[in-house]
């Protein structure tokens, strides 16, 4: 673990300086009388990663027994948790380098089931103590001295045979230097990017921000003055004015101070009588969260991780009336998650800053907007369900047609409803944005003033032509930059393009590819590097960002995708 300014750590680094003073003082003294003298080196802590910072770095744990949580933890961020299970006493170790006829002191904070600390190899005695267990963190101490010819020992740590889990902290091995030297301190963290404003009210205003490596914390400040702290990457500043501009910003902390602020950016207050105002980050991602069970990971929108930042509800059902739509929680399926904590986690999202909208239609949707009428019933309808639920808008993913003049209308009416707070996606196939006079392209250029993003499906394609007129095949790089192309160059805003592609191998029938090929895209298009064969004539830096089908699937593959691309998205210029 990382220290506090007070810890010993800090003052083993102190003392060679004051030895050292002292050793120039003896010797002049002793240098008189013909005597010589040296002065004795600084103790140290010769532990590695004495604090699992790092992970398991160093650290070896039998049977895979070991993990590392965030809580609770002794010290910094992270601590060992390593559950004993069968004939197997969870035993994590580590070689430690020491100097031969040394003594050191052994010790680490401990928690939860019975702990064991010990030392072996010593090439004298070796030692251990151990506690029966504690709900607090314990200290554990004791020492050794080692042989004429030992130069390295084990250290370890153990529960006991069908005993709970143990916790295990900030080890140290103090004595001479063995050789490793203490490891250093830590360094001043850099500023956190990624700065964004999301959901405001009247008096308060959510952020989030990238994570820094080695903050332990964040400090959060209104214009310029400290407003809150955070531990993670997100806080909201409340006891603020409606209709008030502000400007914020952030910095990293850690043991060793704190980093410069983040770039400012600037957030209003909403104005007295209006609920939440969410807005669309500049880069976003879209999750589509499953309301059926179809295998995936069944998750409640609580689930869904703050990588994305448009949750897309899948899907809106079709009623007796053409065009109307409406929603029925899928209780039963999603393993008893109520209509009430549904709506209850939707306002949570949107107070992190993020948009839930409602997505029509889906591989087996059968909604038809092809009238006059019908366009007035969807309209009405999708409007009723965002007042009803709170949706900050809807998804048009009609994959079984879609007629241009009547879609618009229905959109054009929704707008007016709405207003200009509404979020409007489209995930068209790629079949659909081959040419601008298709019916879904058609669509996107009509409502092109209040269209948020089209996320073009990527996947179960084939091959398709792209903007140079080659054809290319799904699953490339290529594949995804020279169909972006054709949207990028035919009309729509680099703002209203996203990536579509599916979460694993299990979320569509083919067309995957591994998150560093999407984050390859995505640098080629916004900045021209990582591209594959086809390079854009131009960059197009405001690329919306790109979006999966699902956020189940995402989680079924243990959230690779949204881990990989979320801060990648966020990232770009």
């Not at 921000?209 to 990457?233: C, E, F, I, L, M």
């Not at 390859?520 to 916004?526: E, K, N, S, V």
Request: charged fraction near 15%; proline fraction near 4%.
């Amino acid at each position: 673990m990382e220290r506090s300014a007070g810890s010993s750590r800090r003052r083993h680094r102190s003392r060679p300086v004051l030895g050292g003073t002292i050793a120039v003082v003896a010797a002049a003294a002793l240098t008189v009388t013909g005597l010589v003298s040296t002065a004795q080196a600084a103790d140290v802590n010769n532990a590695r990663n004495a604090g699992f910072e790092s992970g398991l770095a160093n650290w070896t744990c039998a049977g895979n027994s070991g993990a590392i949580v965030s809580s609770p933890v002794h010290g910094g961020t992270s601590a060992l948790k390593a559950t004993p299970a069968g004939q197997d006493n969870a035993k994590c170790s580590q070689a430690v380098k020491v100097k031969p006829n040394s003594t050191y002191t052994l010790s680490s904070w401990v928690q939860g089931g019975y702990a064991y600390l010990g030392v072996s190899g010593t090439g004298t005695t070796d030692v251990s103590t151990w506690s029966p267990g504690s709900t607090t963190w314990t200290k554990l101490s004791t020492s050794f001295k080692t042989g004429a010819n030992t130069t390295s020992v084990t250290v370890y740590t153990h529960g006991w045979y069908g005993q709970a889990a143990y916790l295990a902290d900030d080890f140290e091995v103090t004595g001479p230097d063995g050789g490793g030297g203490e490891e250093p301190g830590p360094v001043i963290p850099a500023a956190p990017g990624g700065l964004a404003a999301g959901a405001t009210t009247t008096s308060s205003v959510a952020l989030s921000w990238n994570a820094v490596s080695g903050a332990s914390g964040y400090k959060v400040y209104r214009d310029g003055v400290q407003a809150t702290t955070s531990t993670g990457t997100s806080a909201t500043v409340t006891g603020l004015t409606a209709d008030t501009a502000y400007q914020f910003s952030v910095s990293a902390t850690n043991a060793a101070g704190e980093s410069v602020k983040s770039a400012a950016v600037s957030a209003r207050t909403a104005k007295n009588g209006t609920g939440p105002v969410t807005t669309v980050p500049k880069h976003a991602v879209t999750g589509y969260w499953q309301n059926f069970n179809n295998g995936a990971a069944v998750q409640k929108l609580s689930d869904v991780p703050a990588d994305y930042d448009i949750i897309a509800v899948s899907f809106a059902d079709a009623t007796a009336t053409q065009g109307a739509v409406t929603f029925n929680l899928d209780t039963a399926g999603l393993n008893g998650y109520t209509d009430a904590q549904f709506r209850s986690d939707i306002k949570a999202k949107q107070a992190a800053g993020k948009n839930v909208i409602i997505s029509i239609g889906g591989e087996l949707g059968t909604v038809r907007v092809d009238s006059d009428a019908s366009a007035t019933a969807f309209s009405n309808s999708v409007y009723a369900l965002m007042q009803d639920y709170g949706f900050n808008g809807v998804d048009i993913d009609l994959e079984n047609g879609l007629n241009a003049t009547y879609m618009t209308k229905a959109l054009r009416q929704l707008s007016a409803k709405a207003g200009s707070g509404l979020v409007i996606t489209m995930a068209p196939q790629t079949i659909d944005m081959q040419s601008t006079s298709g019916e879904y392209f058609k669509t996107a250029l009509n409502v092109k003033d209040i269209l948020t993003v089209v996320n073009m499906q990527y996947y179960n394609s084939g091959s398709m032509l792209g903007c140079d007129g080659k054809v290319y095949s799904q699953g490339s790089v290529d594949f995804l930059t020279a169909l972006a192309c054709i949207q990028l160059e035919g009309g729509l805003d680099p703002s209203q393009v996203g990536i579509g592609v599916p979460a694993s191998t299990r979320g569509a029938g083919s067309g995957y590819v591994s998150p560093s090929i999407v984050n390859a895209a995505l640098d080629c298009l916004a900045k021209g590097t990582n591209c594959g064969s086809f390079k854009p004539s131009r960059t197009y830096p405001s690329l919306r960002g790109a979006m999966t089908w699902s956020t189940n699937w995402d989680a079924t593959a243990g959230f690779a995708w949204s881990k990989a691309v979320g801060p990648h998205v966020r990232s770009l210029p």
